[in-house]
């Protein structure tokens, strides 16, 4: 097979295309035929030597997300894949290369409106946001979140599945140009935070409630801010009655 393999420490430079193996699937294991592949930061990150492969994934091959055909299966395979099956998934390396391996339950069917170049871009960024908003910080149907660099993958992707719950969304970016473009996405207040306060700003979009979620993508020095935005609830209330903690942010 094809792979891109990193060859030593630096940017594009460091990468080939080189012949391989194709990897066997062993156990519960799916090999899947590569139609596209994601190229996210950890990628780059890896290029340089700052993100290596944990223990199991190929160490030289980059690639967390991929989306292609079933073409093989191990022999304890027992879920309803079967050889041929559109699929697609997330990896923890290796996907940029015509074959990957995956656990089978970590092999998810393209739905039917998504061609694989659409279903590739999805893994990533997607499984981080909805874990982030739902999960984590389980997010409500109506309820007021803000996200912290919106023009990211991640940041897009959480603004999307927010308005898809009928959320009220805020967004933060340094860059208004990515702000007007997150509104295709479903964005109702974009906050440019190279000339706005964003904490003072949500809560003037708010009616000086604040949010009920915040996703920050950026740490550091947004904290005090972050606990500004967010909207109190009453402690007792939380503790007797509420599953979810007083204050949420992820």
């Known amino acids: 097979m094809k792979a891109i393999v990193i060859t030593g420490i630096g940017g594009p430079e460091v990468l080939e295309i080189r012949e391989l193996p194709a990897p066997e699937p ?10 596209a592949c994601g190229l996210n ?14 223990p199991g994934a190929p160490a030289d091959i980059p690639g967390l997300e991929y989306a292609g055909e079933v073409d093989a299966l191990g022999p304890d395979v027992t879920g309803p894949l079967k050889v041929g099956d559109p699929v697609f998934g997330i990896v923890a390396g290796g996907g940029q290369a015509e074959y990957v391996l995956s656990h089978e339950r970590l092999v998810v069917p393209i739905p039917s409106n998504l061609d694989f170049v659409e279903a590739a871009a999805i893994p990533e960024a997607f499984i981080t946001a909805h874990d982030a908003l739902l999960t984590q910080g389980r997010l409500a149907p109506g309820e007021r979140v803000l996200v912290h660099a919106a023009g990211g993958g991640v940041g897009t992707a959480a603004v999307q599945i927010a308005h898809a719950m009928g959320c009220i969304t805020l967004a933060t970016s340094r860059t208004a140009a990515k702000l007007e473009r997150t509104k295709l996405l479903g964005l109702d207040h974009g906050i440019d935070t190279s000339h706005e306060d964003f904490a003072a700003t949500v809560r003037a979009r708010t009616d000086g409630v604040g949010v009920d979620v915040l996703i920050d993508l950026l740490g550091g020095s947004m904290l005090a801010g972050n606990l500004a935005a967010l909207a109190p609830r009453d402690a007792w209330s939380w503790w007797a009655c509420s599953p979810a903690p007083a204050r949420r942010s992820t």
């Open 26 to 35: 062993r156990g519960d294991q799916v090999r899947i035929r590569v139609r």
């Open 41 to 54: 930061r950890a990628d780059l990150l890896q290029c340089h030597g700052m993100y290596p492969a944990p």
